[in-house]
């Protein structure tokens, strides 16, 4: 059985510790108030079988506490108050070199929290452990000096959660969606360079690998691109490569005529096309930013959105390659074909390509084919949005998310025109809905007034993200808010007007909401009779939201948290306030935003429809998921998932497994299994557990991961049942 030091580093349990501390504590109180060695035996060993119970691995803290409490119940209140004092004065030993010891430890590779906390970060590269070095300073400055402690608290004691606490203390934004048209159309700067207007698609996907890189290199959420911004440089190359044939024709004194001539044109076309789209997905995989990873970052597909006939067409074709060489995927470094986390993959279902008799059916064909291997892509519908995304003039919109799951608000600029790319979110605060309804006692008029005091909680860590975007001034930031990404201002000039009137979002997350209905209701939110209770609850974020809007003119949204790292956090301290509560508490996970939890029995549909209530009360973001099994004989079935999503659900997607073995060549489902108190991967085939030898993908919250995860997760992802 493994515990978790005070530095992130793992340990070997052992009880003898236990009884040396108890032992000392002992020693120096009067001999008729001591424990007997019996007693401190008896409570080393009743907290191992505890620890033993917990499923995940516990940390020192954790472990003080529960001595602490087990002293008292055996009323050695002496020995208790002097285990207290000594506690007390450690502690004020390593309060000077805390965040000194978490970095060396990382440095080291032994922070086992650091290495686990991001899905697609591997904590043993120099450049990722220099970005958690920088991250656990900044952290500490926010914690010690930039927020209220009030804040602080509420987010060490899990109430709340503070996200990318480890870069708040540098003026920067969660998400957005990349305005790529103006910058390719109007040309950009990089790096002091301009980059003017490509003259060709090849030229254009590769400025577009730098705009990416550039981007994620100063924010710490994600990006999304449309390929639609893409396709009028097909025309382009087209116009060029023509101008080169009829060169090539005239050189040689022959006329093969257009039609032959029209068909060597389009040929050298699809080459370029193919080796552009080649070019996104590898640099994108290959890229690696100054936080440590690949570029978070979402390409949207969506038809409709090109403005004539020859550009949609072209379109088609851009999409067409992308999925095929998404299908394909990337190889390792063996040589083996498997599915990488980014870019991540949006396709928007409708009239154009549902049906079968639909012109670009077979683009929807492909797509269901490629989630069926890789995962990707995720589903829009169309007509969902359109009825859900209403701007002030009554007209729907369908857009892409900023990364996995986090949406804009419906807006029209100056012009009343509508405007989605250059826009942004400024950050997340996330409420434990799980610790308000434990904190009731099961009192719903409690539950309600406990609620309304952790509303106001998040609304004042909401105003310190804000506050700390403004004032902040172009220059911190060149290619976001001068070049064209977001904005094009002049340097010196601050960003202040682009955090309010709705330009720019401000989200309220929410996590548990099915363990908070299980405990107030005694019932699952998916039950007729709790679910009232559930979308009550949604209601009443929505409503503070709307509350905040009107008093701050910004546009606060309540969003449907993908927690990763965070679900285990969670956990671990609901269980340190409250014990361990049947139902609710007795996972090393809570169930992210408004999600059935995994472990339900439900089929795809049904979850799908039921989850489609909450996702229009989540209109600052939400994704839904169904689990199936491994998909790629049954096509047809994936098609008629994707055609209920059309009809059902604005956001959906289809989770399925892609693994490989690289000891045995193993390409089935790698097992999780527990060993010691430990969730551990193996491989079935060769029993090989070395994480470095094999390649893993689950979707973790919205996206693809492929570098493992927290204990939390990893229980989450072992309970997960199949929906179809």
């Known amino acids: 059985m493994k515990i978790i030091k005070r530095n992130g580093s793992e340990a070997v349990f052992d009880r003898k510790k236990i009884e040396t501390a108890i032992s000392k504590a002992n020693a120096v109180v009067e001999a008729d108030h001591r424990l007997s060695e019996e007693a401190i035996k008896e409570i080393a060993k009743w907290v191992e079988d505890y620890c033993e119970a917990r499923k995940h691995a516990m940390s020192v803290e954790e472990i003080q506490d529960l001595v602490e409490n087990q002293i008292m119940e055996h009323r050695a209140y002496e020995v208790a108050r002097k285990y207290i004092t000594y506690r007390y004065v450690q502690n004020l030993k390593r309060t000077s070199n805390t965040t000194d010891d978490r970095i060396l430890s990382l440095i080291e590779c032994s922070n086992e929290e650091v290495k686990q906390e991001n899905a697609n970060k591997n904590p043993t590269v120099n450049s990722v452990q220099r970005d958690y070095m920088a991250g656990e300073v900044s952290k500490d400055l926010t914690m010690r000096l930039l927020l209220p402690q009030e804040i602080v608290k509420a987010h060490e004691e899990g109430i709340i959660h503070f996200h990318d606490a480890d870069y708040f203390a540098q003026h920067m934004h969660n998400c957005d969606l990349v305005n790529l048209e103006d910058m390719l159309q109007n040309g950009t700067v990089i790096s002091g360079t301009l980059i003017e207007k490509p003259h060709s698609f090849s030229t254009a996907c590769n400025i577009a690998t730098q705009i990416i890189a550039q981007v994620a290199s100063n924010q710490y959420g994600g990006q999304s691109i449309s390929l639609t911004h893409l396709a009028p440089f097909v025309d382009v190359s087209r116009r060029k490569i023509r101008k080169q044939v009829e060169e090539e024709m005239t050189l040689l004194g022959i006329w093969p005529g257009d039609e032959k001539v029209n068909k060597i044109v389009e040929t050298r076309l699809r080459d370029e096309i193919r080796r552009g789209v080649q070019t996104i997905q590898y640099q994108v995989v290959t890229l690696m930013t100054t936080n440590g990873q690949a570029p978070f970052i979402t390409v949207f597909m969506y038809l409709n959105e090109a403005r004539n006939e020859q550009e949609k067409k072209d379109l088609a074709v851009i999409i067409e390659e992308t999925l095929r060489q998404r299908y394909e995927g990337v190889k390792n470094e063996a040589g083996v074909w498997i599915t990488p986390a980014f870019p991540k993959l949006v396709y928007v279902l409708e009239e154009d390509n549902i049906h079968e008799d639909s012109p670009y059916f077979y683009l929807t064909q492909l797509a269901a084919k490629c989630t069926a291997k890789r995962m990707v892509p995720d589903y829009i519908s169309e007509k969902i949005m359109l009825r859900d995304k209403v701007d002030k003039n009554g007209e729907g919109h369908c857009y892409t998310c900023m990364g996995c799951r986090s949406f804009l608000t419906p807006y029209v600029d100056a012009n009343n025109q509508p405007k989605y790319y250059g826009r942004f979110n400024q950050g997340v605060v996330t409420l434990n809905l799980v610790d308000v309804a434990l904190s009731s006692k099961q009192n719903h008029e409690d539950f309600w007034k406990i609620l309304d005091e952790r509303l106001e909680l998040c609304y004042q860590a909401l105003m310190c993200r804000h506050n700390r975007l403004k004032g902040t001034t172009s220059d911190a930031a060149p290619i976001l808010w001068q070049y064209g990404a977001l904005a094009r201002l002049k340097k010196g000039e601050v960003i202040d007007k682009l955090l309010y009137g709705g330009y720019s979002t401000i989200s309220l997350g929410y996590a548990g909401l099915y363990e908070c209905c299980k405990y107030m209701t005694g019932k699952s939110h998916t039950d007729p009779e709790a679910t009232p209770f559930a979308l009550a609850v949604m209601q009443k974020l929505n409503d503070a939201c709307a509350k905040w809007k009107k008093e701050n003119n910004m546009d606060f949204s309540l969003y449907g948290t993908p927690l990763e790292s965070t679900t285990y956090k969670f956990a671990k301290c609901l269980q340190k306030r409250f014990g361990i509560v049947e139902g609710v508490t007795d996972h090393g996970y809570i169930t992210n935003s408004y999600h059935v939890h995994v472990q339900e029995e439900i089929n795809a549909f049904e979850k799908l429809a039921f ?85 893993v993908a689950r979707r973790t919250c919205g996206y693809i991961g492929t570098q493992y995860w927290n204990q939390g997760r990893t229980e989450e992802i072992k309970d997960r049942v199949l929906h179809l």
Do not use: H
Request: hydrophobic share 30%; proline share 4%; aromatic share 10%.
């Open 611 to 695: 989850e489609s209530k909450f996702q229009k009360l989540s209109p600052g973001g939400a994704i839904s998921y169904i689990e199936v099994p491994n998909m790629q004989d049954n096509l047809q079935a994936v098609i008629e998932v994707m055609r209920f999503i059309y009809d059902n659900i604005m956001y959906a997607e289809l989770n399925t497994k892609s693994d490989y073995c690289q000891c045995c060549g193993y390409d089935g489902e790698i097992q999780i299994i527990e060993d010691d108190g430990k969730l551990v991967w193996e491989c079935p085939n060769c029993k090989n557990r070395d994480q470095t030898k094999m390649n």
